[in-house]
């Protein structure tokens, strides 16, 4: 490590801008933020720079005097002028302060990193100079994980800490924070009940003790694969999770944003074997919320199209636990945007139908006669072994066998595949191209088609 993280403090000290153009006014942006008096030393200042002093917020030194440097914890320099930074960086040194160069690291006895501000949380991210575009990503990776209510929720915390070591036995003080850190607290301000939150923490101090657990259960949405398709708020339930029951299809790397210590559990059903029954699944899930744990039913896609929420939300239900649904991208949104076909289309397509190429054993496939209507596109799901039967009566209920159609096979994993044909030549391209589950099968039959469709039914047959 060259350089060692520290935090400066920063109340009753001094931060000394030395420049007056937008360099300097970027430094005066951050230092904005510390409780720290901002002096800036400068002719013909910026703007920005101007309207600070004007406001009171930073006091002005046109020209250096003895007294510039006075209880300076820091300066940032940034004149433009290479010997000027040299000179004000050595007086400022004299004076104790920790000087930063703008652009010159070889000046500088401190650098700024890339900082994730949720005061009084603040997380620093260096890369020493190797990489300071991957520092900046990884901070827009950080930015996303931590909700902009965190700062927030930890000052209150702190604001308790006194009352908690007055009311909390100290053997328990660990397990509490554990519990305010993660609880039903937390989770009410997270969601902007922040009355409530406190109240909660307070009822618990009252009472010398943390809550037991509520149990909960929220089906997450995963998306297509990939995990930056995932919702800020799924990243959030993982992170929550004590355990987390996932499908065949949810990517691995998406598993990876849990919490190391949660449980993971798989549900799904490998090739050739059997699926664990539902209502098997249904009551692993309510057992496991019933001992007060945080369980998510991670399912692909949205867990609201063909994700048997409908059973898993009703044996909660009839155990009396919360439950929550996060959304998810489902795969024919993420097929669409992969082919960068819009799933409506303005004169073309006015209607967008989700179905299925399976239903329950049993029973009577979906009707396709309500699908077969100029202006319409249509996503089949797990219809990729039953194109031929799909096409077959796409085409006998009235949609032209020369429509459209893209196969979109394991949309935004590494397994991703294309392919291009006709309803009429589904099954056909399908065997040729060896294209397997899972796969979005998209059939467009747009309006400019439907004058001509006769025609084309006509040499379909
Ligand atoms: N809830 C999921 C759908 C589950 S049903 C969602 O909203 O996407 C399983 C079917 O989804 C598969 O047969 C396939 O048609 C589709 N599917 C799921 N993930 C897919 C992916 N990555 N690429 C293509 N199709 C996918």
């Given at each position: 490590m060259k350089n060692f993280p520290m935090f400066l403090r920063m109340d009753g000290r001094r931060v000394v801008i030395c420049g007056s153009g937008e360099d300097a006014a970027r430094k005066a942006r951050l230092v904005l933020k510390t409780e720290a008096a901002i002096r800036i030393l400068g002719t013909d200042l910026d703007p920005e720079l101007a309207g600070l002093v004007a406001s009171g917020r930073a006091d002005h030194h046109p020209t250096l005097t003895?007294?510039?440097?006075?209880?300076?914890a820091l300066t940032f320099i940034a004149t433009g002028c290479p010997a000027l930074d040299a000179a004000l960086a050595d007086h400022a040194r004299r004076h104790g302060a920790v000087v930063n160069v703008v652009d010159r690291p070889d000046m500088c006895d401190a650098v700024t990193p890339s900082i994730v501000d949720r005061d009084p949380v603040v997380i620093a991210i260096g890369t020493e100079g190797a990489a300071p575009v991957l520092g900046r990503s990884i901070k827009t990776e950080i930015e996303t994980m931590l909700s902009p209510r965190l700062g927030s929720f930890v000052a209150l915390a702190g604001r308790l800490r006194d009352a908690v070591a007055q009311n909390i036995p100290h053997r328990q003080r660990r397990g509490f924070w554990e519990w305010a850190f993660n609880g039903e607290a937390f989770r009410a301000h997270l969601a902007g009940r922040e009355r409530a939150a406190a109240e909660i923490l307070k009822d618990a101090i009252a009472a010398g003790q943390a809550p037991a657990e509520k149990g909960h259960i929220a089906l997450v949405g995963a998306g297509p694969g990939a995990r930056d398709l995932l919702t800020l708020r799924a990243v959030q339930r993982l992170q929550q999770a004590d355990v987390i029951f996932y499908d065949r299809l949810v990517d691995p790397e998406v598993l990876?944003?849990?919490?190391?210590?949660a449980d993971r559990i798989y549900v799904g059903k490998d090739v050739g074997a059997h699926a664990i029954p539902q209502a098997t699944i249904d009551r692993m899930i309510v057992n496991e919320a019933l001992k007060g744990r945080r369980i998510v039913r991670l399912k692909s896609g949205d867990p609201s199209v063909f994700g048997r929420a409908t059973e898993e939300l009703e044996a909660a239900k009839a155990a009396g636990i919360e439950t929550e649904i996060v959304p998810g991208i489902t795969a024919a949104s993420a097929a669409a945007a992969s082919l960068q076909k819009p799933l409506t289309e303005r004169g073309e397509i006015d209607t967008f139908a989700i179905t299925t190429g399976q239903c329950r054993p049993g029973d009577a496939a979906p009707s396709r006669a309500r699908l077969a209507h100029p202006g319409t596109a249509v996503a089949l799901y797990m219809a990729v072994e039953k194109a031929e039967e799909v096409s077959r009566d796409m085409i006998a209920a009235g949609?032209?066998?020369d429509c459209p159609v893209d196969i979109v096979a394991?949309?935004?994993?590494?397994d991703e595949r294309h392919a291009a044909t006709t309803l009429g030549n589904l099954a056909q391209t399908i065997r040729e191209e060896g294209l397997a589950y899972p796969a979005i099968l998209f059939v467009r039959y747009p309006k400019s088609m439907a004058a001509s469709a006769p025609a084309q039914q006509a040499t379909a047959a």
């Amino acid at each position: 490590m060259k350089n060692f993280p520290m935090f400066l403090r920063m109340d009753g000290r001094r931060v000394v801008i030395c420049g007056s153009g937008e360099d300097a006014a970027r430094k005066a942006r951050l230092v904005l933020k510390t409780e720290a008096a901002i002096r800036i030393l400068g002719t013909d200042l910026d703007p920005e720079l101007a309207g600070l002093v004007a406001s009171g917020r930073a006091d002005h030194h046109p020209t250096l005097t003895p007294a510039t440097f006075d209880n300076a914890a820091l300066t940032f320099i940034a004149t433009g002028c290479p010997a000027l930074d040299a000179a004000l960086a050595d007086h400022a040194r004299r004076h104790g302060a920790v000087v930063n160069v703008v652009d010159r690291p070889d000046m500088c006895d401190a650098v700024t990193p890339s900082i994730v501000d949720r005061d009084p949380v603040v997380i620093a991210i260096g890369t020493e100079g190797a990489a300071p575009v991957l520092g900046r990503s990884i901070k827009t990776e950080i930015e996303t994980m931590l909700s902009p209510r965190l700062g927030s929720f930890v000052a209150l915390a702190g604001r308790l800490r006194d009352a908690v070591a007055q009311n909390i036995p100290h053997r328990q003080r660990r397990g509490f924070w554990e519990w305010a850190f993660n609880g039903e607290a937390f989770r009410a301000h997270l969601a902007g009940r922040e009355r409530a939150a406190a109240e909660i923490l307070k009822d618990a101090i009252a009472a010398g003790q943390a809550p037991a657990e509520k149990g909960h259960i929220a089906l997450v949405g995963a998306g297509p694969g990939a995990r930056d398709l995932l919702t800020l708020r799924a990243v959030q339930r993982l992170q929550q999770a004590d355990v987390i029951f996932y499908d065949r299809l949810v990517d691995p790397e998406v598993l990876e944003l849990a919490r190391r210590d949660a449980d993971r559990i798989y549900v799904g059903k490998d090739v050739g074997a059997h699926a664990i029954p539902q209502a098997t699944i249904d009551r692993m899930i309510v057992n496991e919320a019933l001992k007060g744990r945080r369980i998510v039913r991670l399912k692909s896609g949205d867990p609201s199209v063909f994700g048997r929420a409908t059973e898993e939300l009703e044996a909660a239900k009839a155990a009396g636990i919360e439950t929550e649904i996060v959304p998810g991208i489902t795969a024919a949104s993420a097929a669409a945007a992969s082919l960068q076909k819009p799933l409506t289309e303005r004169g073309e397509i006015d209607t967008f139908a989700i179905t299925t190429g399976q239903c329950r054993p049993g029973d009577a496939a979906p009707s396709r006669a309500r699908l077969a209507h100029p202006g319409t596109a249509v996503a089949l799901y797990m219809a990729v072994e039953k194109a031929e039967e799909v096409s077959r009566d796409m085409i006998a209920a009235g949609t032209p066998a020369d429509c459209p159609v893209d196969i979109v096979a394991s949309v935004s994993t590494r397994d991703e595949r294309h392919a291009a044909t006709t309803l009429g030549n589904l099954a056909q391209t399908i065997r040729e191209e060896g294209l397997a589950y899972p796969a979005i099968l998209f059939v467009r039959y747009p309006k400019s088609m439907a004058a001509s469709a006769p025609a084309q039914q006509a040499t379909a047959a």
